[in-house]
């Protein structure tokens, strides 16, 4: 037991000692430890020492990329548990912003990108300002703490939090473009007594501030029968990246002689989307909808039957479309012969 007891103590100061003398050793004088990087978006870790701009109990993330060249750091890196990054404000009596990554039994891995990956939640509060990186902690398996204090410079590139006032921050989402996954122009759908049109597009919307508010975005298409408004319709949109693009749907369906030998047109009516402190930002005038779409306003057409070609010869579709027609007919004649069948068998009773 005693000697149990011995080496348990002999192994916790050796490997304090190698803790305390990897940061200390000569190789690492000049060496670039690594990079430590924040971003707002959780599933586009930012890998380049990016600045972000925060508010008040907003959540942010930090991608810590350590140097595994260096022979010293790297051994550290295979014992690590857990990383916390200190950020310092401005001012004679400075606040603080603390960022961990998560506490595991075992040991802290990096992703795919070769981040060590935490989180901050900005408190309320806080002062307006930048927040400079000020301490950063390894947290060994050794539980021994490597500190970065006086090694921070040697983070290139490395990043900083820079906190808005609420009242201040009034800069709006930017939606940037709009791209079309199906063709402009289109025959309806039609089939059981009903008349359909479907579109399917994206929007891309982005906001460098404190992000947007995925439940805010909207897009209205106005939906017209020879050029007669009938309706104005939302698309339905979704995203997995709030802050960077939301794939919209729209469709729209009416009973089949209400297209018959029409023409539909939809055209985009507007669209809005907003941060998440409400700033908004909506487009609905022909001309601030054109600069989302090449210089052109989005619309699309939908025709109750293709015209013949100049050739003279007709369509595929249309070729279709009358072999069905021929078909139904043919379906709905043999309907007599049956009715005579059946008087004939209720004569043999």
């Known amino acids: 037991m005693r000697r149990m007891i011995l080496c348990f103590f002999v192994c916790m100061a050796s490997s304090s000692l190698f803790a305390q003398g990897i940061l200390e050793s000569n190789s690492l004088s000049s060496a670039n430890l690594g990079s430590l990087s924040f971003y707002l978006d959780k599933k586009m870790p930012n890998t380049q ?32 548990r857990q990383v916390t990054v200190l950020l310092e404000g401005e001012g004679e009596a400075p606040q603080h912003i603390e960022a961990k990554s998560k506490l595991r039994k075992g040991l802290l891995y990096p992703n795919s990108q070769s981040c060590f990956v935490g989180e901050l939640l900005v408190p309320q509060g806080l002062p307006a300002g930048k927040y400079h990186v000020s301490e950063l902690d390894l947290l060994l398996a050794s539980r021994h703490v490597l500190s970065f204090r006086d090694r921070l410079s040697q983070l290139n590139p490395l990043g900083l939090v820079e906190l808005s006032s609420p009242i201040k921050d009034s800069t709006s989402p930017l939606v940037e473009k709009i791209e079309s996954w199906v063709p402009l122009e289109d025959e309806m759908n039609m089939r059981y007594h009903r008349a359909w049109a479907d579109i399917h597009l994206r929007v891309t919307a982005t ?24 309706d104005i319709v939302q698309a339905k949109c979704s995203t997995i990246l709030p802050n960077l693009y939301y794939n919209c749907d729209l469709y729209f369906s009416r009973a089949e002689p209400d297209f018959r030998g029409r023409t539909l047109k939809l055209v985009i009516d507007s669209v809005s989307v907003a941060d998440k402190l409400g700033n908004l ?44 027609r021929e078909e139904n007919s043919h379906t709905e004649s043999p309907s007599k012969p049956k009715s005579v069948l059946i008087n004939k068998r209720r004569d043999r009773f």
């Open 207 to 230: 906001d460098q501030t404190v992000g947007i508010d995925p439940h805010s975005f909207q897009l209205f298409f106005k939906a017209t029968l020879d050029d007669e408004l009938v």
């Open 49 to 80: 020492g990016e600045s972000i701009h925060v508010v008040e109990k907003s959540k942010a993330y930090f991608c810590l990329q350590l140097n595994r060249q260096v022979p010293a750091l790297d051994e550290a890196v295979r014992h690590l």
């Open 281 to 324: 930002t909506e487009l609905n005038t022909p001309h601030e909808l054109e600069k989302l779409f090449g210089g052109k306003l989005l619309r699309y057409t939908f025709y109750s039957k293709k015209v013949t070609s100049p050739n003279g010869k007709i369509s595929e579709s249309q070729a279709s479309s009358k072999e069905e």
